[in-house]
């Protein structure tokens, strides 16, 4: 049991870290009133321009802001589409995510003769750090050192929107504007700018999220490594009730669900059995959710409330 849960731990937070910083997005963007369908392919874009600047400049700070830049850049794009060209949301997210998993594809093949994995011996990635007397801390201490510099950063930029929402001017236009769109103008709050900041802010979080695959969490890109996380980072805003920790507690839910999937796999489990698991836990997720927003569900719940 210890063994599997020092296992488990570590495993947690690297699986939870791209899903958080991608949920943190998606919430901005869902407060402005937009759900963020592109998250998928922000996060693909970003992990690959991370990996790609970090070798050829050999500095993997350089990597990690050619990913944020490109990660708030595609958002720009899909924010420019659905704001000033009043697309429809879903059409413009999916096609955002096309365009991430065939651009990068594209981009692979003509600079570097690959379709499925650039990889490089000599990309440089995102240093771990060592916290000091952390390992004196029965398994706790274990579970949480020895982590990339992203990790850690996913854990401040949590109290980062956390306050950015609940205790800024901005974050109040932000509700505002997400809750109801006339009361917004009707108070002098620019709606479109909000919005627009929100999809940036999106972007930004993506970024780091999808710098972390391929600078952080491996050292090289593949073909749609962003496997589902945008999409997982979605059901965790739902799931997490549109709040900061919320979202924090479920992306880690999920990051939990694909540590088990790994360990059993190196049990001898069938893998496609078990990497289904994240996969099956989201959708589980989302019919809860969907449940307890039912007209049925809640009205059930208020006379449960009034006999008691």
Same mark, same amino acid.
């Not at 990635?125 to 004196?136: A, C, G, K, T």
């Given at each position: 049991?210890?063994?599997?849960?020092?296992?488990?731990?570590?495993?947690?937070?690297?699986?939870?870290?791209?899903?958080?910083?991608?949920?943190?997005?998606?919430?901005? @963007?869902?407060?402005?009133?937009?759900?963020?369908?592109?998250?998928?392919?922000?996060?693909?874009?970003?992990?690959?321009?991370?990996?790609?600047?970090?070798?050829?400049?050999?500095?993997?700070?350089?990597?990690?802001?050619?990913?944020?830049?490109?990660?708030?850049?595609?958002?720009?794009?899909?924010?420019?589409?659905?704001?000033?060209?009043?697309?429809?949301?879903?059409?413009?997210?999916?096609?955002?995510?096309?365009?991430?998993?065939?651009?990068?594809?594209?981009?692979?093949?003509?600079?570097?003769?690959?379709?499925?994995?650039?990889?490089?011996?000599?990309?440089?990635?995102?240093?771990?750090?060592?916290?000091? /007397?952390?390992?004196?801390?029965?398994?706790?201490?274990?579970?949480?050192?020895?982590?990339?510099?992203?990790?850690?950063?996913?854990?401040?930029?949590?109290?980062?929107?956390?306050?950015?929402?609940?205790?800024?001017?901005?974050?109040?236009?932000?509700?505002? @504007?997400?809750?109801?769109?006339?009361?917004?103008?009707?108070?002098?709050?620019?709606?479109?700018?909000?919005?627009?900041?929100? /999809?940036?802010?999106?972007?930004?979080?993506?970024?780091?999220?999808?710098?972390?695959?391929?600078?952080?969490?491996?050292? /090289?890109?593949?073909?749609?490594?962003?496997?589902?996380?945008?999409?997982?980072?979605?059901?965790?805003? $739902?799931?997490?009730?549109?709040?900061?920790?919320?979202?924090?507690?479920?992306?880690?839910?999920?990051?939990?669900?694909?540590?088990?999937?790994? $360990?059993?796999? @190196?049990?001898?489990?069938?893998?496609?059995?078990?990497?289904? @698991?994240?996969?099956?836990?989201?959708?589980?997720?989302?019919?809860?959710?969907?449940?307890?927003?039912?007209?049925?569900?809640?009205?059930?719940?208020?006379?449960?409330?009034?006999?008691?």
């Amino acid at each position: 049991m210890i063994a599997a849960l020092k296992y488990l731990l570590p495993a947690t937070f690297h699986a939870a870290t791209p899903i958080l910083y991608a949920a943190l997005g998606g919430l901005l @963007t869902e407060l402005a009133g937009y759900i963020n369908i592109g998250l998928e392919g922000t996060l693909l874009t970003s992990a690959f321009f991370a990996v790609v600047v970090s070798t050829l400049v050999g500095n993997p700070w350089v990597g990690l802001m050619a990913g944020v830049a490109s990660g708030m850049l595609i958002s720009l794009l899909l924010a420019t589409v659905l704001l000033k060209l009043r697309a429809n949301v879903v059409i413009a997210g999916f096609a955002t995510n096309l365009l991430a998993t065939g651009g990068t594809v594209f981009l692979m093949a003509i600079w570097f003769g690959e379709e499925g994995v650039y990889r490089s011996p000599d990309t440089p990635v995102v240093p771990s750090l060592d916290l000091p /007397f952390v390992d004196q801390v029965p398994l706790l201490g274990a579970a949480i050192n020895h982590h990339n510099l992203l990790v850690y950063l996913s854990w401040l930029a949590v109290g980062a929107v956390a306050f950015l929402i609940y205790r800024t001017t901005w974050g109040l236009h932000l509700r505002v @504007t997400g809750e109801s769109e006339a009361t917004a103008v009707s108070t002098g709050v620019n709606v479109s700018k909000v919005r627009l900041q929100a /999809f940036l802010l999106s972007g930004l979080l993506a970024g780091l999220g999808g710098s972390y695959l391929s600078l952080g969490l491996t050292q /090289f890109f593949m073909r749609g490594m962003s496997a589902g996380r945008g999409f997982i980072a979605l059901a965790a805003v $739902y799931f997490g009730g549109f709040n900061p920790l919320g979202a924090t507690l479920a992306s880690l839910l999920f990051g939990f669900a694909g540590g088990v999937a790994n $360990y059993f796999q @190196t049990m001898g489990l069938p893998s496609q059995l078990l990497e289904m @698991t994240p996969y099956v836990l989201t959708i589980a997720a989302l019919l809860i959710y969907s449940i307890r927003r039912s007209p049925k569900y809640r009205k059930s719940e208020k006379e449960t409330t009034k006999s008691l």
